[in-house]
């Protein structure tokens, strides 16, 4: 306690030493507590300390009844003796450890405690296995145990891709079942001289619609999980290290066109925290490399996309004037008031005959020069008018560089540069930097596809 | 490779306990704190004598390739010397210089 000493100076102050009002309980004010530390530290140690004598002595009252009162009724093995056994044991042993533990964070500093930890983890080490471990890197063993076909190492998926389909199809089954049991005993009651119970019909119509509602659910997801088939990525070496370039190999199996594919190495940060009573976990995407995909795959995404945002908007060649039986060749759709367009380089086409078949000519506009309710400032379509649905054939026909069929997978070989100043993956008890190769895409028929494969990057120096 | 040099003033040989020297990491950010011990040096009664005379004492160490100091959104990994005074009366006293660990000291 400070008071000001005006006599002397009305600048200074004397201190005087009064003794601090101890609480026996405090109070959370943020991330600190009111109280003397001391005394909640005191106080937890004496508390896990009389439970490890509680446990200690119940034992041995319970044991020692037992070798010398054999023929006594009380606490006998089959009336409630290992039940008290087994929890002035767990008194003991609880009490005990967190009564040492409580003791040497006390004694000890953090920094301390930790050295030692460490030191021992350290010597198990050492003692284990003879390759120096980086703890707080990720562990090289999984990801390099499966070899892959063209490149060396195949990566392992993410976890609990599967678990969705798993518990809804437990979740369908499990009430499947019920309304089968219901539906049964409805019957049943129906056919029975007191009649049928209309209580039982009327709670079972709720039963049936969430039945139903399971059901599609569950095959939903496992049209999804067939159709869009696994995904294979095979990297060149592991672990990767900052500055280097790699290759990867992506192979997507199933039956699935893409609109649109991307691939890329990502950064997570996790953190966990206490939130109240609550462990929390947050997951924050820091940082994205995207992957040197083959021009292919980039012109007919483009391509496509660019097919995608001119097909709200009617061209001027589908004017009824304009629409002929004849297909229309490319230079007479540049001859047919597109010439407002920027230059024009025609690419791939497909032309086809009257019979109704589509005929496309794409063609890759440098600028939009065009006005806007043209449609056309970004590509051009030479075709032979017909249905919807054939123009939806023709495209995925015209797409072939990002489909993937049952006989042929979609295969990609993609280059990875990685740049000499980032951050290396990380992980501590509570928080960790993940990287991962994370593979999105579009598809005409399925909803949008995302996969990941976590991937190691050691800093230069730990290799 | 770290060199750093310390000096303790200002308190007499008989007051001190202890003292120890640590290099260490840590995270900081909306996780929970982790720490990691590099180096620990606790000085005992004998090599207190030599310490508290007010002289600065180097200390040289060879620092690991990893973690590597890093800014994140989430997540802060910080290096730093820490020294811990700790007092007969149950005093303690800690003082701490943070240094960065390789070339990244920003967010990616």
Known sequence: ?463 | MLEFEFRVQRVARDEVDRLEISVVWYTEGKGTEDLGVHLFQALSAEELSSVLDGKPHPIVSTLPSCPLSYEGRLLNIRWCVRLRLYLNDGREFSSEKPFYLGHLTREV
């Open chain 1, 1 to 463: 306690m400070r008071t000001r000493d005006s006599a002397n100076s009305p600048t200074s102050w004397d201190f005087t030493y009064v003794a601090k009002w101890v609480r026996l309980w405090g109070k959370k004010r943020g991330d600190r507590m009111s109280g003397w530390w001391v005394v909640g530290s005191v106080g937890e140690a004496a508390f896990f300390g009389i439970l490890f004598l509680l446990g200690i002595v119940s034992l041995t009252i319970v044991v020692s009844w037992q070798v010398f009162w054999p023929e006594s009724n009380i606490i006998r093995p089959g009336s409630g003796f290992w039940l008290t056994f087994t929890a002035s044991l767990a008194f003991a042993v609880i009490g005990l450890t967190a009564f040492i533990l409580q003791v040497s964070q006390t004694l000890a500093s953090p920094e301390r405690r930790s050295a030692i930890a460490t030191k021992v983890k350290s010597e198990h080490q050492r003692r284990s296995d003879s390759e120096p471990a980086h703890v707080n890197l990720p562990n090289l063993d999984e990801m390099r145990e499966s070899p892959g076909i063209k490149l060396a190492y195949r990566l392992p998926g993410q976890r609990g891709e599967n678990s969705q389909l798993i518990l809804s199809a437990l979740f369908a089954t499990a009430w499947n079942s019920i309304v089968a049991v219901m539906l049964v005993v409805v019957i049943f009651q129906s056919t029975s001289p007191a009649g049928p119970n209309y209580f039982l019909i009327f709670l079972l119509l709720p039963f049936l619609l969430v039945s139903v509602v399971a059901t599609r659910w569950f095959f939903k997801l496992f049209r999804i999980r067939t159709g869009i088939g696994p995904t294979a990525v095979e990297i060149n070496a592991l672990p990767m290290l900052p500055g280097y370039e790699y290759q990867l190999y992506i192979c997507q199996y199933g039956r699935v066109e893409f609109s649109k594919l991307s691939v890329a190495l990502v950064a997570f940060e996790e953190t966990t925290f206490q939130q109240g009573t609550d462990v929390r976990t947050e997951v924050v995407e820091v940082s994205r490399i995207e992957a040197n995909l083959p021009a292919s795959v980039q012109s007919d995404g483009e391509k496509q996309g660019l097919q995608e945002s001119s097909d709200s908007k009617a061209l001027p060649t589908e004017s009824p004037e304009n629409v002929s039986d004849m297909p229309i060749m490319p230079s007479e759709v540049a001859e047919a008031g597109l010439g407002q367009m920027g230059s024009e380089q025609l690419g791939q086409s497909n032309q086809a005959g009257r019979e109704g078949e589509q005929t496309w000519a794409e063609t890759e506009v440098s600028n939009s020069s065009s006005e806007p309710d043209s449609g056309a400032g970004t590509e051009v379509e030479s075709k032979d008018i017909g249905s919807e649905r054939r123009k939806r054939k023709d495209r995925s026909g015209k797409s072939a560089g990002l489909r993937a069929e049952p006989e042929k997978p979609l295969e990609l070989d993609c280059t990875l540069l990685l740049p000499a100043d980032m951050m290396h993956s990380f992980h501590s008890e509570h928080s960790a930097l993940v990287w991962r190769i994370v593979i999105q895409g579009e598809s005409v028929k399925w909803p949008a596809f995302y996969r990941s494969f976590p991937v190691a990057v050691y800093p230069r120096s730990a290799v």
